[in-house]
């Protein structure tokens, strides 16, 4: 019997899952990412990898992969001439998604070309994902290298991180896709909690994966990288409290000091400039609430009370109006 099967021998569950790949000029690092997907123990069942007006060697690693894997689809974009952050890649990854039907998936992936995933990747989510249909997107944590050692980039246990999202498909369709705006790799978390969804990520060696572009350093440079995640956070509706616990909590993280500032002046910027702030009130208000409960209670104790409170609302067959 293997382990995907039950005692009583009933069918394994249905594991077609699609992966969105939005790139841009990713030569440096594209091959090492489509590697660890070609070696998956449970490989996708389609690869849409959307280039985003590459100007570098990117076009011709993508066709000699996609030569050799009939999985692996390219769709080629037009150069708009710069790397544009939030909305434009989550422009290009509906670029790609679009030309699908995702009901033919049953987990759907946005997942950058900078990666380097472990063999079971994708079949450990599945397994957690089928041991808990609560769960709506989940991911292992991102490490990156410096000086021969592996550093984590201090993500919540409540977030499915940016960089490789996994989802159920049909909560993603409940929550209404991405929003293409910065921090659309927060809302989406969070939306899913509003709906009685769980979106979690695991520190575990058999999921963790190598981010080989470090988070905030694909725009520019580090100062610029951690500006624009305050931007997204004052966009998204976090309060002053938990952003200043937040840069807090990050600053003896690499880079020291100057990474928590850049992130602190990003937010003051935009709130001393009345930049928009994301639409939809009922969202920060529910948003703003969490965000105390971390500060009081801890971040571990307010996710795992809010999602008990949240399980009554759970529906998952529920129709949500397009957004």
């Not at 069942?45 to 692996?72: F, H, M, R």
């Not at 705006?181 to 939306?191: A, P």
């Not at 409290?241 to 000091?257: E, G, K, N, Q, V």
């Amino acid at each position: 019997m293997t382990p995907t099967q039950t005692a009583n021998t009933s069918a394994a569950p249905s594991r077609k899952y699609l992966l969105v790949t939005p790139c841009r000029d990713e030569a440096k690092y594209a091959r090492r990412t489509l590697d660890s997907v070609v070696n998956q123990t449970v490989l996708p069942t389609l690869w849409i990898i959307v280039d985003d007006g590459s100007k570098d060697e990117t076009p011709q690693i993508l066709k000699e992969y996609a030569d050799k894997y009939p999985w692996i689809k390219v769709v080629t974009r037009g150069d708009r001439g710069d790397r544009k952050l939030g909305g434009g890649v989550i422009d290009a990854f509906y670029a790609g998604y679009d030309t699908i039907n995702p009901d033919d998936f049953d987990y759907v992936t946005k997942l950058d070309l900078d990666l380097d995933l472990p063999r079971g990747y994708f079949e450990e989510l599945m397994a957690r994902m089928e041991a808990n249909p609560r769960i709506a997107a989940a991911s292992g944590k991102p490490y990156f290298t410096r000086d021969g050692k592996q550093i984590s980039e201090k993500c919540g246990d409540e977030t499915c991180v940016g960089m490789v999202k996994f989802y159920r498909t049909s909560a993603f369709k409940q929550i209404g896709g991405f929003v293409r705006e910065l921090m659309w790799d927060g809302i989406d978390c969070h939306r899913c909690r509003t709906l009685g969804w769980i979106a979690v990520s695991w520190d575990d060696p058999k999921i963790n994966f190598e981010h080989l572009r470090p988070m905030g350093t694909s725009h520019k440079n580090w100062w610029v990288g951690r500006q624009r995640h305050g931007f997204g956070q004052y966009f998204m509706g976090t309060g002053l409290s938990y952003m200043l616990a937040s840069c807090t909590f990050r600053m003896f993280h690499p880079p020291i000091f100057m990474g928590s500032m850049a992130m602190l002046w990003g937010y003051l910027k935009s709130m001393f400039k009345r930049n928009p702030r994301y639409g939809d009130a009922e969202f920060r208000r529910f948003l703003r609430r969490y965000q105390w409960n971390c500060l009081l209670f801890g971040k571990t104790k307010a996710t795992r009370d809010l999602n008990a409170a949240q399980a009554h609302i759970w529906n998952p067959g529920r129709s949500i109006p397009a957004r």
